[in-house]
């Protein structure tokens, strides 16, 4: 089956679209076939499916792996809306800093592929929202890195009101974007 893959302003980001089969009964799509996805240059070995639930307001980012626990994501919304986000920061990339902002819905059925090198992040903007996301690299909590969601020089508009924003504790310790040029990017969770 057929998907209309459209790039955006980040190198390798890029925004699919599936082909949609509906009648009076439902609808019908592939969300992901391997091939199909190849013919695009999306070849990430996918191992692993997560799945979150959130209400209105939770904002889960902007965080990411390092080094060898880097991972490539394609994420899609299985019930409600979000904005998803990426932030390039791959060093020497002409884009490195800038974001790009998609909205993701049970309507659109739009997912979005995230290679190796961004920051990743999604602000809920429905009552409640079920996000799901493939990886082609398993947790490792020592690669574990992340900026604040609020970070003034990525300068995300999450849709989001301030006093509805809803954030981990963990999330609300994260550093700034002036961290990731500090950060040492080698870190290797192999056994």
């Not at 986000?85 to 997912?111: C, Y």
């Not at 999604?122 to 493939?134: I, P, R």
């Amino acid at each position: 089956m057929a998907i209309h893959v459209m790039k955006t302003d980040l190198d390798g980001v890029l925004i699919i679209e599936p082909q949609i089969f509906a009648d009076a009964r439902g609808y019908f799509f592939e969300s992901y076939n391997k091939s199909e996805f190849a013919k695009h240059g999306i070849t990430a070995e996918f191992i692993q499916d997560n799945q979150s639930k959130s209400s209105y307001g939770v904002i889960r980012g902007l965080h990411c792996q390092w080094g060898d626990a880097a991972q490539a994501k394609l994420v899609r919304v299985l019930s409600g809306k979000v904005l998803d986000v990426a932030v390039d920061i791959r060093p020497g990339s002409s884009t490195f800093g800038k974001h790009i902002a998609v909205e993701l819905s049970d309507e659109n059925q739009r997912q979005l592929f995230i290679p190796r090198g961004f920051l990743h992040g999604f602000a809920v903007l429905s009552e409640t929202a079920v996000f799901a996301y493939k990886v082609d690299n398993p947790y490792c909590k020592e690669a574990e890195f992340g900026i604040r969601y609020d970070d003034a020089t990525v300068g995300v508009n999450w849709k989001v009101p301030p006093e509805k924003v809803l954030i981990s504790d963990k999330d609300k310790l994260l550093g700034n974007f002036s961290d990731i040029l500090r950060r040492e990017h080698v870190v290797n969770c192999r056994s």
